[in-house]
C-alpha cells in the first residue's frame, strides 16, 4: 500500500503508526475527528531544503497559512525558519510563539491599513507588494508610523504552473502580483516613495506545483526584470522565489525540495546572480504529508447506485475534496482480512459537496477509524463551523510522545460572540 507520509507512517502488524503512536490509540484518547501530525515528518520535509541552501546566504520562509498551529509554528522556527505571512491574524501568531518579525514577510493581495500598521510596528522583514495602490498606501502609513517600510514587489511571470485553476497564481488572469511589463515603472515608483526601502523581488506562481520547469520560467523572468531594474540604479538585495513545490497525494511525482532548489541555485549562478540572498516560502511540502485525519466510521448505507460510508469528519473538517475536487488518500487504522466494498466516504454536513472520498474500497464496518492522508497542510488551516460543528481537536506527535496542541471546540464556544436580541 502507498502510504505517503513514509516512513513516518506507517503499518505495524495491523494497526497504522504515526512515528511511534497508534492512531487507533490517539482516536481513542482524544476523540474524532482529530488532526494528527508527525513533528519528525515536517523536518524531514524541511531538512533537503535546508541542504540544498547549505553555505548560501537564505530565508526559509515557512507559509503558515498551510498550518499555523502554534506547536507547528514552534517546531519550524525552532528549526531556523522565517515565516511568510498573510494577514494580522498570521502576524499575531509568529508573534506569539516568539518568532522575531525580522525573520516574518508580509504577503497578499489585500493587506489593510490596519494589518500594515501593526506590521510595521513590529517590524517585520519585507512587504511583498501587490499592486501599485498597495505601495502608497504603505507608504503613507510608513509615514505616519515614523518606521520605513522595506518592500519587494511581487512581480507576475506569466507562467503557467500546470496546476488546479483555483491554486494556480502566476498567470496574467491571476489576481496576483504586478504585470511583468509594469514591473520596473513601479520600482522606479516605489524607490521615489517617502518611507519606503526597496530589498528585492518576489513571485510565487501556485500551489501544488509537480514540475521544475515552471519554476525556471518564473525564475529567468525575474531574473530579466532584476537586471532591468537594477540597470535603473535601484539595489536588490534578495530574490524570494516564493512556494509552491507540491506533494504526493495519491500518484503525483514532484521533484523533492533539494532537486528544485539545486536547479534554481544552478540557472541563479549561470545568470550571475549566485551572490544574491534567496529566500523561499513552501507551505505544503513542509507539512502536508506529515498529518492525517483520523474520522470513525458511523454508518454504512448500501445504494443502488452508490454505497456510502458516512464519517465523523466532514468538509468543514477538510475542505480540499469540496473545493478542488482533491482526492486524498484513506486507509483504515487497522487492516482486517475482510474483503472490501467500494464506498463514497462522505460526512454528515447538509451538502452533496461533503464528501472526502470517492469510489474508495474499504474493509469497515461502523466504529472503525479510518486516516485520511496528507491532510497536514490546508486541512485545519480551512476548516469551518458550518452546520455549528466545533473543529477538530489537534495533536503532535514525537516519538511515543503525543501532545493534545489544540482542544476541540465545544458547541457553547460557537455561539459565545452572538447576542440575542433585547
Ligand atoms: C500560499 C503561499 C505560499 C505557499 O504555497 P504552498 O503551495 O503551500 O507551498 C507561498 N507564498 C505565498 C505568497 C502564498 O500565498
Redesign the pocket.
Given at each position: 500500500m502507498n502510504l505517503p507520509g513514509a516512513p513516518f507512517l506507517a503499518y505495524r502488524g495491523e494497526s497504522l503508526y504515526l512515528e511511534d503512536c497508534a492512531l487507533d490509540a490517539l482516536a481513542e484518547r482524544f476523540g474524532t475527528p482529530l488532526y494528527v501530525y508527525s513533528q519528525a515528518a515536517m523536518l524531514a520535509a524541511l531538512a533537503p531544503y535546508q541542504r540544498a541552501l547549505a553555505g548560501r546566504d537564505h530565508l526559509i520562509?515557512y507559509?503558515m497559512?498551510?498550518n499555523s498551529n502554534l506547536a507547528v509554528l514552534q517546531t519550524f522556527a525552532r528549526a531556523g525558519c522565517g515565516f511568510?505571512i498573510?494577514s494580522g491574524g498570521e502576524l499575531a501568531r509568529v508573534l506569539a510563539v516568539g518568532v522575531s518579525a525580522d525573520r516574518v514577510v508580509f504577503?497578499?493581495v489585500g493587506k489593510t491599513r490596519e494589518e500594515m500598521r501593526l506590521a510595521l510596528q513590529a517590524g517585520v522583514k519585507c512587504f511583498?507588494v501587490e499592486s501599485e495602490a498597495e505601495l502608497e498606501v504603505l507608504s503613507a502609513m510608513a509615514v505616519q508610523e515614523g518606521r520605513t517600510a522595506r518592500i519587494s514587489l511581487?512581480v507576475n511571470p506569466d507562467v503557467d504552473a500546470g496546476t488546479h485553476p483555483y491554486?494556480s497564481?502566476g498567470l496574467k488572469a491571476n489576481k496576483?502580483g504586478v504585470a511583468h511589463e509594469r514591473a520596473v515603472a513601479l520600482y522606479r515608483r516605489a524607490a521615489g516613495l517617502p518611507g519606503l526601502e526597496v530589498v528585492g523581488i518576489?513571485c510565487?506562481i501556485?500551489?501544488?506545483?509537480t514540475d521544475v520547469a515552471p519554476y525556471l520560467d518564473a525564475l529567468d523572468r525575474v531574473l530579466d526584470l532584476v537586471e532591468a531594474i537594477e540597470a535603473e540604479g535601484i539595489r536588490l538585495h534578495h530574490l524570494d522565489l516564493?512556494?509552491?513545490?507540491?506533494i504526493t497525494y495519491t500518484d503525483e511525482a514532484p521533484p523533492t525540495a533539494d532537486v528544485l532548489i539545486s536547479a534554481l541555485l544552478q540557472r541563479l549562478d549561470a545568470r550571475g546572480h549566485g551572490h544574491r540572498m534567496v529566500m523561499f516560502?513552501?507551505?505544503?511540502?513542509?507539512v502536508?504529508n506529515a498529518g492525517v485525519l483520523l474520522t470513525e466510521v458511523l454508518y454504512l448505507k448500501p445504494g443502488e447506485e452508490k454505497n456510502f460510508c458516512i464519517v465523523d469528519a466532514a468538509m468543514n473538517d477538510l475542505m480540499r475534496p469540496a473545493m478542488y475536487e482533491a482526492t486524498m488518500g484513506i486507509v483504515p487504522t487497522r487492516l482486517h482480512n475482510a474483503s472490501p466494498v467500494t464506498y463514497d466516504v462522505v460526512g454528515p454536513v447538509c451538502e452533496s459537496g461533503d464528501w472526502l472520498g470517492r469510489d474508495r474500497a474499504l474493509a469497515v464496518q461502523p466504529g472503525a477509524r479510518l486516516a485520511i492522508l496528507s491532510a497536514g497542510?490546508?486541512g485545519m488551516t480551512m476548516a469551518s463551523n458550518y452546520n455549528t460543528r466545533g473543529r477538530a481537536a489537534e495533536v503532535l506527535v514525537i516519538g511515543d510522545q503525543a501532545h493534545l496542541v489544540r482542544e476541540r471546540e465545544q458547541p457553547a464556544e460557537l455561539f459565545r460572540n452572538e447576542r440575542l436580541l433585547p
Open positions: 520562509c507559509a497559512k498551510a511568510d498573510v504577503s497578499g511583498n511581487r491554486i497564481t496576483f518576489d510565487h501556485g500551489s501544488q506545483i516564493g512556494g509552491g513545490l507540491g516560502e513552501p507551505g505544503r511540502s513542509l502536508g497542510a490546508y
